[in-house]
């Protein structure tokens, strides 16, 4: 069964992109060759990896999820024997696919990128933005190498390790009666109107702290948006609990929030980087940690009061 390293990174290409085109484009090579080596490899494994869509692109088969992940797997033990062959002074070349986490990706994908470039400029960096479910679906399909996300609803094939931890905060109106208090009790938000960020996990995370604190959220607008959430605070139309906190307190529309300590004890929420256990780290995944590390301490330095 002579499965080449070349088919390999086409198919791992191709489902990365569900895309023969555009994989082919990313390699540099003719779309026939992409094709002809994933039916290559499909006949002499004796699977389906792909289900053909007309005219929108490619579903990959459970056989070929499954097959991704291994693949994934050899080509990443490939990169890391390379890497100690060349030595630790080799400068890292190569790509890393990225998922992170939506509301993560203002706040520390810019500088990521930018730390990147200047440490290692031929390492290429592709992102994919999604939520908390996206980025695991994404990992454990292969689609790529690792997650910046929080450690919401992460499941046991995945290996996570923190690199920020965040204390919930009430963004409340600038009009707010408590809006110049340091800190809040929950109790005393009881009935006000409540603007959820609604997005899976972090819902359920927003609806137990109220819960433990004994408080039937009155939940007014929800939203997917991080600055939705904030724009609609701003405007007096109730009040939220977030984590992330920007450098400056306005939003899009010029309104302005008032963050305000919770004066309960409530559980802090993880940011980490995320990869499948099965997969062994590499030096472009390590440069790329090294990176998100340096930028959260960089931001933590700068960012005002509590997270």
């Not at 990169?79 to 990225?98: K, N, P, Y």
């Not at 908390?132 to 094939?157: F, I, K, N």
Request: proline share 5%; hydrophobic share 40%.
């Amino acid at each position: 069964m002579d499965v080449t390293l070349t088919q390999l990174r086409y198919f791992s290409e191709a489902a990365a992109r569900l895309s023969m085109t555009g994989a082919a484009e990313r390699l540099n090579v003719a779309q026939s060759a992409v094709s002809s080596a994933v039916a290559q490899l499909e006949r002499q494994i004796g699977s389906q990896f792909f289900i053909r869509q007309r005219s929108k692109g490619l579903m990959l088969t459970p056989a070929g999820e499954s097959f991704l992940r291994g693949a994934n797997a050899v080509l990443a033990h490939v990169e890391e024997t390379v890497d100690q062959a060349r030595g630790e002074q080799t400068s890292i070349a190569g790509r890393m696919r990225l998922a992170c986490f939506s509301t993560l990706a203002p706040f520390l994908l810019p500088g990521v990128l930018s730390r990147l470039r200047a440490d290692h400029p031929e390492l290429e960096l592709e992102v994919v933005e999604a939520d908390a479910a996206g980025c695991s679906a994404a990992l454990l399909s292969g689609q790529v190498d690792l997650a910046l996300c929080y450690d919401l609803g992460l499941p046991d094939e995945v290996a996570a390790t923190a690199v920020h931890s965040a204390r919930p905060y009430l963004a409340l109106p600038p009009n707010h009666r408590f809006a110049q208090r340091e800190e809040v009790a929950l109790a005393e938000m009881r009935d006000e109107p409540f603007v959820l960020l609604d997005l899976p996990h972090t819902r359920e995370l927003m609806l137990s702290i109220l819960s433990e604190a004994g408080l039937e959220p009155n939940v007014r607008f929800q939203s997917g948006s991080y600055e939705t959430v904030r724009t609609f605070v701003a405007n007096g139309h109730g009040y939220s609990i977030l984590h992330q906190r920007p450098q400056h307190d306005f939003t899009y529309d010029g309104g302005k929030v008032a963050p305000v300590a919770i004066k309960e004890r409530v559980p802090e929420l993880q940011t980490v980087i995320a990869r499948l256990r099965t997969q062994r780290p590499t030096a472009r995944m390590k440069a790329v940690a090294q990176a998100v590390r340096k930028q959260v301490v960089s931001l933590t330095a700068e960012t005002p009061g509590d997270d």
